[in-house]
């Protein structure tokens, strides 16, 4: 009897799933990864807001204005690349957000 639970124990054991946390990107870690991308960085500099500031804004930011951010970032198109205007307006998106 106890090789037979000892046996269903094992078999419990090794039939849940692992998990692991640490694979799946925050929204926090996702905004500060856009942020550090070569062409935003280039235009918020180009707006008056070093990088390293805008990395710190995120910082400051509550859970909820992150995840409304990663929201709205979430919803644009995906592609290739993002047209000027685009990226304009995630800009202007994490600006107006990093200022509430």
């Not at 998990?19 to 905004?31: C, D, F, M, N």
């Not at 919803?75 to 000027?84: H, R």
């Amino acid at each position: 009897m106890k090789k037979i639970l000892g046996g269903l124990l094992l078999a419990f054991v090794f039939a849940v799933p692992q998990t692991y946390a640490g694979l799946v990107p925050t929204e926090r870690e996702r905004v500060k990864a856009l942020i550090e991308r070569p062409e935003v960085a280039q235009q918020m500099e180009k707006m008056g807001i070093p990088a390293k500031e805008a990395l710190a804004r995120v910082d400051a930011m509550t859970d909820e204005e992150v995840r409304s951010l990663a929201g709205r970032l979430d919803a644009l198109p995906a592609g290739g690349q993002i047209s000027s205007q685009t990226l304009l307006l995630i800009c202007l998106l994490i600006i107006l957000l990093l200022l509430i």
